[in-house]
Nanobody, 126 residues
Framework: QVQLVESGGGLVQAGGSLRLSCAASGRTFSNYAMGWFRQAPGKEREFVAAISWSGSTTYYANAVKGRFTISRDNAKNTMYLQMNSLKPEDTAVYFC???????????????????WGQGTQVTVSS
């Protein structure tokens, strides 16, 4: 059974940085693309970033491009999201997600992802 566990969220001032981690288990991590999504209070869950199974291809939402960096360490079965220059509008619960198909993606749409973590709260104060 695939399990995804996020960590690294917290409270930070505007302009600060956080690094989120997503630890995966239950299958061969390196065979699958991965993604990050977020959901702010009262809003729909939205795409943040995605990375291919090899790490060679990455996609970002326009709102985070140039500030966030997605990466992965296949030897550690872990994906990361480095978030710099944080803004209050980045406040949300951040989720990591994994698709069901091997050697495909990365994907920007939620429907392509079969597995989700429980989320980690990121709060950016002004």
């Amino acid at each position: 059974q695939v399990q995804l566990v996020e960590s690294g969220g917290g409270l930070v001032q505007a302009g600060g940085s956080l690094r989120l981690s997503c630890a995966a288990s239950g299958r061969t991590f390196s065979n699958y693309a991965m993604g990050w999504f977020r959901q702010a209070p009262g809003k729909e869950r939205e795409f943040v970033a995605a990375i291919s199974w090899s790490g060679s291809t990455t996609y970002y939402a326009n709102a985070v491009k140039g500030r966030f960096t997605i990466s992965r360490d296949n030897a550690k079965n872990t994906m990361y999201l480095q978030m710099n220059s944080l803004k209050p509008e980045d406040t949300a619960v951040y989720f990591c997600a994994a698709p069901g198909r091997t050697y495909s993606g990365p994907y920007v749409t939620q429907g392509q992802y079969n597995y989700w973590g429980q989320g980690t709260q990121v709060t950016v104060s002004s």
